[in-house]
């Protein structure tokens, strides 16, 4: 195949226009496992001058592709590095699955070279260490997370791809801004939030870590900004720093459900 994809398009004979298109054709064979076939294809790319930095745009179309099965659609890129193209980048997505679920995707986005190594290790390796880590924590943890029945205080993970390139995972949007913002706004704009509706945050927020330590899970990091707003509830959408307690280690959790026990004792039905 690489024989044969050479012959049409490392050559000037045929023109740019019908090598484009072929290449056009051709980008899965920039995600294939067999290094081979992936390592022709960047050669290829690169001969008919395309860039590391018009990569974003294949992963996305790539993924798009993949996930057609739960109808995935983008909508635009929430956050990017000034680096994207340069090394390997986290990008944020706005999408939504079955037409109306808003979602977000978290992916790395490799470049041509990284490609071309084909090893997830050095991927990984020379994107941001520190993001790095926070995405690949939250992943691991929404993974443990959801082995069993769901959460509505949790952000869910709806889908996840580590192997082979690109990686990313896709969650459901809780909202545009996080119990932080919301708070300081309403300060500032002198709209008081009523103690039935503070009440619920904690509660929901108490619910949340409870089922949490009930997964053997210890957050590290619980503040405002670790929580979102969906409608009249919050939920816990920040786990970059969250760990697995092994059992062996002492950590020891209890089945009651402290939310129930805050709303009972308050008298709010």
């Known amino acids: 195949m690489c024989k044969v994809l050479n ?22 064979l920039l995600f294939k496992e067999t290094k081979e076939l992936a390592t022709n294809a960047v050669y290829l790319f690169q001969r008919n001058n ?15 592709q993949q996930l057609a099965v739960i109808n995935f659609k983008l909508d635009g890129i929430i956050h990017q590095s000034s680096n994207v193209g340069l090394e390997p980048s986290w990008v944020t997505f706005a999408g939504t699955v079955s037409e109306d679920k808003h ?13 071309a190594e084909g090893s997830m290790e050095d991927y990984k390796r ?3 260490k520190n993001q790095t ?26 889908a996840f791809q580590c192997r082979p390139l690109p990686m990313f995972y896709i969650t459901d949007k809780s909202t545009d801004h996080d119990l932080n913002s919301h708070l300081l706004d309403a300060r500032k704009h002198f709209s008081w939030i009523s103690n039935r509706e503070l009440i619920t945050m904690v ?20 503040t405002t900004c670790a929580f979102s ?27 009651l459900n402290i939310a129930e026990i805050i709303v009972n004792n308050t008298g709010l039905t």
């Not at 012959?7 to 899965?28: A, H, W």
């Not at 949340?208 to 997964?215: E, R």
Request: aromatic share 4%; proline share 2%; charged share 20%.
């Open 126 to 128: 020379r994107a941001n």
């Open 203 to 222: 509660a929901d927020a108490v619910d949340a870590v409870s089922f949490l330590h009930s997964k053997q899970v210890v957050h590290r990091n619980l």
């Open 229 to 255: 707003l969906r409608k009249k509830n919050i939920v816990l959408h920040d786990f970059s720093v969250a760990e697995i307690i092994d059992n062996s280690t002492g950590f020891i959790s209890g089945n």
């Open 133 to 158: 880590r926070k995405h690949l924590n939250t992943l691991d943890i929404l993974k443990h997370l959801q082995d069993e029945k769901l959460h509505h205080n949790l952000i869910q993970l709806i």
């Open 103 to 115: 979602v977000v995707m978290h992916g790395l986005i490799p470049t041509l070279h990284c490609i």
């Open 50 to 64: 395309q860039q590391s930095k018009d990569i974003r745009g294949k992963v996305s179309k790539h993924i798009l």
């Open 7 to 28: 012959i049409f398009l490392d050559t000037k004979i045929i023109s740019q226009i019908v090598r484009l298109r072929l290449l056009c054709l051709i980008e899965p």
